[in-house]
């Protein structure tokens, strides 16, 4: 989940082979969701403010050591 509270963050979506699927704009009380396998993005400042959003992952990270679960060159 991602909740946008201030500026606007500009989120790409891919799917699992790396490819481009989609783009979305977050603006203010704005609120995304998703899950595996649709879940590879990439979240970036498109405003000239500073953006501001929280960003809710699932993961218990005391079990499994990191939210990460893939890397990418």
């Given at each position: 989940?991602?909740?946008?509270?201030?500026?606007?963050?500009r989120e790409e979506l891919f799917d699992s082979s790396l490819s481009a699927v989609g783009v979305r704009d977050?603006?203010?009380?704005?609120?995304?969701?998703?899950?595996?396998?649709?879940?590879?993005?990439?979240?970036?400042?498109?405003?000239?403010?500073?953006?501001?959003?929280?960003?809710?992952?699932?993961?218990?990270?005391?079990?499994?050591?990191?939210?990460?679960?893939?890397?990418?060159?």
């Amino acid at each position: 989940m991602v909740g946008v509270l201030a500026g606007v963050e500009r989120e790409e979506l891919f799917d699992s082979s790396l490819s481009a699927v989609g783009v979305r704009d977050g603006f203010p009380g704005e609120v995304s969701g998703f899950a595996p396998p649709g879940d590879i993005h990439r979240v970036r400042n498109c405003g000239g403010e500073v953006a501001i959003s929280l960003h809710v992952y699932g993961t218990d990270i005391t079990r499994v050591g990191s939210s990460v679960r893939r890397y990418y060159d």
